[in-house]
């Protein structure tokens, strides 16, 4: 059983910062691509942002230049910090990583439960 836990949202005003983490929790051997998504009412959840094991990033681009992705391997986080937030960017952020439980098992995709990201304007 692998369990994902966010942490760090909240409300802010259009122009401030928040800081993201996700910590990976259970029977994990490795963790591949780590990321966050995001839906905001009415509309399909999309990638924000992806880190692979090496560190390789990929980002929306309506968030480049203002989210920074990281990861610290050896305790299985990724963080997302979010600087100049817009009220576009509300929405429930998710974190989302692919995940080996055993040594030769297959890569399987794990999510968090979500953390609201409110920007007020």
């Known amino acids: 059983q692998v369990q994902l836990v966010e942490s760090g949202g909240g409300l802010v005003q259009t122009g401030g910062s928040l800081r993201l983490s996700c910590v990976a929790s259970?029977?994990?051997?490795?963790?591949?691509?780590m990321g966050w998504y995001r839906q905001a009412p009415g509309k399909q959840r999309e990638l924000v942002a992806s880190?692979?094991?090496?560190?390789?990033?990929n980002y929306a681009t309506s968030v480049k230049g203002r989210f920074t992705i990281s990861r610290d391997n050896a305790k299985n986080t990724v963080y997302l910090q979010m600087n100049s937030l817009k009220p576009e960017d509300t929405a429930v952020y998710f974190c989302?990583?692919?995940?080996?439980?055993?040594?030769?098992?297959?890569?399987?995709?794990?999510w968090g439960q979500g953390t609201q990201v409110t920007v007020s304007s």
């Open positions: 989302n990583a692919d995940v080996r439980v055993l040594m030769k098992a297959p890569l399987y995709n794990y």
């Open positions: 259970g029977s994990i051997f490795s963790i591949n691509t």
């Open positions: 880190i692979t094991t090496g560190g390789r990033t």
